[in-house]
């Protein structure tokens, strides 16, 4: 017996060691799967979700590949690829907000088909908004086709040859955006309802935003490309567009001390410059090196920098994954600031004209190195995580802000806007209709306004010019087109008024795009990240609205603008029609009158070059007093335009404030954006009117938005109060000004701080 058990233990005893040896032979798998999931877990899918292979009748490519992916819960990707002739870059996520959590259940279906027609379908809240009804795949070019009937494309973007942008609305006011992102050039064609994409080779991917709101589908947008919630407040300025400067002009901007640092010249006028201006160009990150240090630049199958085509020209292409890439740019050219990195159009030398860098480009068709930190890795042809994301980093726009600050003119490929170089489409129009819906739906996408300048036109007269700088006073990017036929030194006295309009929307929007940074923090509600808005915006039931798009806009979240686009009726006054979004009350701010939402009413203005605007009722607007034309005088100085909302004979408005006194861009980029901080705080006022004595009384709250808001003691001197129900109006000067250095523990009685 005993002997029997000494076996049976033996025998345990070896099956015992030899499941410890499977276990350790395995354990680094098991540990290495482990790993994988737990980094994994929660990046978008890299398998496609649904992939069909379409039959071709061409010989050199006869069938390709549609896939999907789905990304997030209100986000497809679709991918149109034969796999053979082209691949991807991988690149890295640069931001944090670029990445989505998938969902198990989607917000909309989608239909494929094994046909070159009719191939792709997607549903939401059971109707179709989106038909591709055409593909095809050749060798030196793809295209595919859009069925857009009955819909509207509000904004478009194609800023950059191989990412353009659509943001759409149907029949039924369903909202979509869809951005198509390739290496290679993309032109498109919209005709008769349908929308022709072309790629000239490569992979094309075409990215659908499918949320239910339009700040929803404008914010995933602006994550998606660059990462932001917002584009960036730093890009304010003016610009100066044309063919030519006068000098004169230069001279009158530098008597008026505006800070010429903002002022953003074409690169057309680069040789009529006068010589004691220095330049910075802007350039394109592709660009060939002048160093043996190969490991910063993308490199073929041979180990070699891989060589490809942009704007006609043999370049390099840097790979930004690369540790110290961007101090490797700035020590070999410490005279050039890069706007970007997208990789702009590749080549395949083998198959173009004679590989000379003319015609179109058509893609890559050879292995390419990706190198890291310590060994090269070879890429395979099919490449799942496919984004190429512009970098355009704090770190990177701390470079430019310090090299800028001893240039005293700064020169770019057109306008360094957002994130690289964006410049839309010139719309030659003189109506002001049109320039209201370009500036809207320009900003949408974070470009600047490049409309025609109403200034310049032959049937121009110095009042139309006028409505036209009106409506430009309240964007974040003032232009001027300017020509032989108007500028700013020949009408100094009118100019002058325009002028002093202009650097209050300025600094006004300065200050709000701090406010923007709400978007931060999920405590507070989140905005668009854009200025202006049209007015359904922030309700797109209100049918009546969209009739009213091209004439009135939302600034921020407060301001309804109604610019005066059409002639007066007589030299008197010009009776304007007016329309008040629904939901709210709004005031008129020069009058002092009250509106109903959901109403339109005949608005009489005496002066055709006013804009009339409102305010909407429950809000605060904070404005700075004293504005100078230099921007760092601007002392921390506030004003508060309070209206009450409607609450019986009390009421109450709230508002978010910045807390900084300086408002230098890099001031605010320090205290707003790094280490976590923020720089702002909500206010809010209390109105409670005391029947038994009569008597009123305002309470105030400060308080920063959370424990990381960084205060610099902000004063408020002057508040200037509106009832919305009591139709009182009372303008309070501080005997003391209330100075904020911190949240307040508790509501303030203004009463002390009154005469």
Avoid at 581 to 609: C, N, R
Avoid at 694 to 720: A, P, R, W
Wanted: net charge negative.
């Amino acid at each position: 017996m005993y002997n029997q058990f000494q076996n049976q233990g033996q025998q345990n005893s070896n099956k015992l060691r030899y499941n410890w040896k499977i276990i350790l032979i395995f354990l680094p798998f098991a540990l290495g799967i482990g790993i994988y999931f737990s980094i994994t877990s929660g990046q978008p899918k890299n398998d496609p979700d649904q992939t069909i292979k379409i039959q071709q009748s061409h010989s050199k490519i006869p069938y390709f590949y549609i896939s999907t992916y789905e990304e997030c819960k209100k986000e497809l990707t679709l991918s149109i690829d034969n796999y053979t002739s082209s691949f991807e870059l991988p690149r890295q996520y640069p931001f944090a907000y670029t990445k989505c959590e998938r969902s198990e259940r989607q917000d909309y279906s989608y239909k494929l088909q094994q046909t070159s027609e009719t191939v792709f379908q997607l549903y939401k809240q059971y109707t179709q908004i989106i038909e591709i009804i055409e593909a095809s795949y050749y060798l030196q070019f793809s295209e595919v086709l859009f069925n857009m009937t009955d819909q509207v494309i509000l904004g478009y973007e194609q800023a950059n040859l191989n990412r353009p942008a659509y943001f759409v609305r149907t029949r039924s006011n369903i909202f979509y955006s869809f951005v198509i992102y390739t290496s290679s050039k993309v032109e498109s064609i919209y005709q008769n309802q349908l929308l022709q994409i072309r790629v000239y080779g490569g992979r094309v991917n075409i990215k659908f935003f499918l949320y239910d709101e339009p700040e929803q589908i404008i914010k995933a947008y602006h994550q998606f490309i660059g990462g932001y919630k917002l584009f960036p407040f730093w890009t304010l300025g003016y610009q100066y567009f044309g063919q030519w400067i006068e000098k004169k002009d230069l001279q009158y901007l530098e008597e008026k001390q505006i800070p010429l640092e903002t002022v953003w010249i074409d690169e057309l006028k680069n040789d009529y410059l006068p010589p004691n201006y220095k330049k910075i160009k802007i350039t394109y990150p592709t660009i060939k090196l002048n160093t043996q240090d190969k490991k910063y630049l993308i490199k073929n199958s041979n180990r070699e920098p891989y060589q490809g085509c942009v704007d006609d020209e043999n370049v390099n292409y840097i790979d930004y994954n690369v540790q110290n890439t961007i101090q490797k740019e700035t020590q070999l050219h410490p005279i050039s600031q890069y706007s970007g990195v997208m990789l702009k159009n590749f080549v395949n030398n083998q198959i173009s004209e004679n590989g000379q860098c003319k015609g179109k480009n058509i893609g890559i068709d050879e292995d390419a190195f990706h190198f890291s930190n310590k060994n090269p890795v070879l890429l395979e042809k099919k490449v799942t995580e496919k984004y190429f994301q512009p970098l355009n980093t704090f770190a990177q726009s701390k470079q430019y802000s310090d090299h800028s600050n001893y240039v005293k003119l700064i020169m770019s490929e057109s306008a360094f806007f957002g994130q690289g170089q964006f410049s839309g489409l010139i719309f030659d129009s003189v109506e002001l209709e049109q320039t209201i819906g370009h500036l809207i739906y320009n900003n949408f996408f974070g470009l600047p306004y490049t409309g025609s300048y109403g200034c310049d036109q032959s049937e121009s007269t110095v009042t139309w010019c006028a409505r036209w700088l009106s409506i430009q006073a309240w964007m974040p990017l003032f232009m001027s087109r300017s020509t032989q036929q108007f500028h700013f030194s020949n009408h100094p006295d009118y100019f002058q008024q325009i002028h002093l309009e202009v650097i209050a929307r300025q600094s006004l929007n300065k200050w709000i795009f701090a406010q923007f940074l709400k978007n931060y923090d999920s405590k507070v509600n989140a905005f668009t990240g854009t200025i202006i808005q049209p007015i359904w915006w922030f309700n797109t039931s209100d049918i009546k609205a969209y009739q009213y798009e091209e004439r009135e806009f939302i600034f921020g979240e407060v301001f309804l603008i109604a610019p005066i686009i059409e002639d007066p009726e007589d030299q008197y006054f010009t009776e304007y029609e007016i329309y008040f979004p629904q939901g709210d009350y709004w005031m008129e701010t020069k009058q002092v009158t009250l509106f109903m939402g959901g109403t339109h009413v005949a608005f009489k203005i005496i002066s055709s070059t006013q804009t009339p605007s409102f305010q909407k009722a429950g809000s605060i607007v904070f404005k700075q007093e004293n504005i100078s034309l230099k921007m760092e005088e601007l002392n921390n100085i506030y004003s508060l335009y309070v209206v009450f909302a409607r609450q019986q004979n009390d009421g109450e408005a709230e508002g978010i404030m910045i807390t900084l006194q300086d408002l230098n861009d890099e001031n605010v980029k320090k205290k707003c954006y790094e280490n976590g901080n923020n720089c702002l705080m909500k206010v809010k006022i209390r109105y409670v009117f005391d029947e038994k004595y009569h008597s009123e009384h305002y309470f105030i709250s400060c308080k920063g938005i959370d424990k990381n808001t960084v205060f610099e003691n902000v004063q408020i001197n002057t508040l200037n109060l509106y009832h919305s129900k009591l139709h009182i109006q009372n303008k309070i000067t501080l005997k003391n000004p209330l100075i904020i250095k911190e949240s307040f523990k508790f509501e303030y009685d203004l009463q002390q701080y009154m005469y």
